[in-house]
């Protein structure tokens, strides 16, 4: 699918893995921990009290992306990431520090976010 970022992540221990090609075979999978890891799906349109989507401003050839969100040891946005059909570009966050990054303008492509606590957060780059 264009522009899509398939996650999968452990119940158990909370390990993420980026998927290039997943397996079609029956009774087969990513498995950590014993178990078959479960796809992340992002979500796009904002529920919680905290700000998870991403949002973006143009400037010159760059978007300057942000979220909204608190950069807390113990829940913040983990990484970032731009994808446009067969590229990627991912910038890791920590605590403490802002929860904003600078990418190259791609029209059409999309904007993912991952919170510590909340999941998978996306946006269409127009």
Not at 89 to 114: D, H, M, W
């Amino acid at each position: 699918m264009k522009n899509e970022l398939i996650i999968k992540k452990c119940k158990t221990c909370g390990a993420m893995v980026k998927v290039l090609k997943d397996c079609t075979c029956e009774n087969c999978g990513i498995k950590c921990c014993g178990e078959e890891m479960e796809i992340l799906v992002p979500n796009s349109v904002e529920a919680a009290v905290e700000k998870h989507v991403p949002t973006y401003e143009k400037v010159e050839d760059e978007i300057f992306v942000k979220v909204n969100h608190v950069m807390e040891k113990e829940h913040y946005i983990e990484w970032v990431a731009l994808v446009k059909d067969n590229k990627e570009y991912t910038v890791n966050l920590y605590p403490e520090q802002n929860a904003e990054c600078r990418f190259k303008y791609i029209p059409g492509s999309t904007i993912y976010a991952y919170c510590n606590k909340h999941g998978l957060w996306k946006k269409d780059v127009d």
